[in-house]
C-alpha cells in the first residue's frame, strides 16, 4: 500500500493500516523539519478527539489540549456569546495544533516500525485503473525512483500528484468561489478573549481563534489580490482593534506577527473520491474553506473509513467498505460543505449577482440575529459548528 502525504490524512491512514497488520510506505515531499513546522489547523472537534483515542492516537492531544466551549459575535448590533458546549448536542472543540497532531502521529507510525521517506516528491500515479498502480518519485537530489501497491492512497493535498494523475473525465470536480479573501495570521500574543471572536465590520470581518497560550490566529478580510506584504504588523493590529471594536470591548494582546499568508475562500469536492486502485482522502478528495475549521477534521474521520476499509479487504478479503468509501465520505463532505458555505454567509455580504448588494447585507444581520435569539437556531449551528 503506498501513502501519499504525511499530513493528517496519510498519517491516521499509516497508523490505522500498520495497526491493521497492512504493509504500507509513506512517501512526503516536505523534510521532516519542513513538516514539523507546518502551522495550520487548531481546532478538532468531539468526534475527531475520539476517533485518535479509539486507535491510541490521542495522548498528546489529550495531555496538552484545551477544551474549547464558546464563540462571540462582534456585530454593528451589539455582541452576543455561545457557549455551544450547552447548546445542541453539547460538545466542546479541543485545541490542538495541527502540527504538534502531525508530530504525534508522525512518532507513533515511526515507533510501530512505519515506513515513510521525507524528501521524495510523488510525481505521478500510474496504472491506477489495473490492479498494480505505480507511483513514479523524485528524491531531493532529483533521482527517480518507482513504488508498486495494490492500492494507492491520495493523500498530499489539493496540488498533490493524486488528483494530477486522475484521468481527463475520471472524476468530476464541484467548485465554488466564496467571493472572499481573507489574510491568515499566526502571531506570538496571548489570546486576547477566552472564546473565538468573529467580528462583522463595515470595513470587513476579522476573527480570533486561540492556539497555545502564547500563539493566537487572526483572520483579516482582505481585498482580492492584496498580498501579505501589504499588512505590515501595525497596520494588522490597528484594522484589527478596529473591526474588533477593541475600544468598546477591550484591547488586543499584541506581539510579533510569526507568519502572513493571504488565503481565497474556495470550496471543491470530487466526486466520487476514487479510480480504480487510487483512493482519495482530506483536502485531496474536498477542499474546504477555513471558515468553519473543518478541514483536519475531515482528513482523520476519511482516513479511518479508508484504513478500515482497506484492512477488510487486502486481510479479510471483503471488498465492501472500499466500495462504499466514496459515498460515506460524500456524506460527511456535503454536510460539512453546506455548514462552511452558511458561515461565510453569516461573516460576510454576499455579493449577489443581481445588482442588490444592501438586500444581502440585510439578510446576513438577520441570520445573526437569529443566531442571537433563536434557541433552535442555536442548537442547530453548535451541532454543525462542532460535528464532522
Ligand atoms: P495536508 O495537511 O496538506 O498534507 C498533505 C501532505 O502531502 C504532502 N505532499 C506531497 N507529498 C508527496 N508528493 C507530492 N506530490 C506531494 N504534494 C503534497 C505535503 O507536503 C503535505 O505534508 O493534507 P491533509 O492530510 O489532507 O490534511 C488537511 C488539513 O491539513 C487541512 O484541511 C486543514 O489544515 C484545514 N484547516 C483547518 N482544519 C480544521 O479542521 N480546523 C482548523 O482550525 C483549521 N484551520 C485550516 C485552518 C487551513 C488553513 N489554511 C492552510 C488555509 C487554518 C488555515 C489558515
Redesign the pocket.
Known sequence: MVI???????LVLGNLLLAGGVGCVV????TRAQ?GA?Q?????AANTVRTLERHGLAEGLLRDGRTHTTCEFRTEDGRFRLDYSSLGRGEPHTVYP?HLL?GDLLTQYLNAGGQILFG????AVQGAAGTRPVVT?RDGDGRPGRWHGRYVAG???R???ARRSLPPGAVRRHRLDHGVSWL?LLAEAPPSLDAVGYAVHERGFAGH?ARTPEVT?YYLQCERGSSAEDWPDDRIWDELALRMRADRYGPLRRGPVLDR?V?HLESDVLEPLRHGALFL????ASL?S?SA???????VLEAELLALALIDDLRHGTPEGLEQYSARCLEHIWRAQEFSRWMVRLLHSDPGTDGSPPFHDRLRRSRLASLRTSRSCQDWFADHYVGV
Do not use: S, T, W, Y
Request: glycine share 18%; aromatic share 2%; hydrophobic share 50%.
Open positions: 501519499l502525504g504525511a499530513g493528517p490524512a496519510g512517501l512526503e515531499r516536505a513538516l507546518r495550520r489547523a487548531g481546532f478538532l495541527q502531525v521524495a516528491e510523488a510525481m518519485v493523500c498530499d493535498g496540488h498533490g500528484a491568515g481563534m490566529r499568508a488565503v482522502a482530506g483536502d485531496a474546504i477555513p475549521a473543518k478541514g483536519a477534521n475531515l482528513a
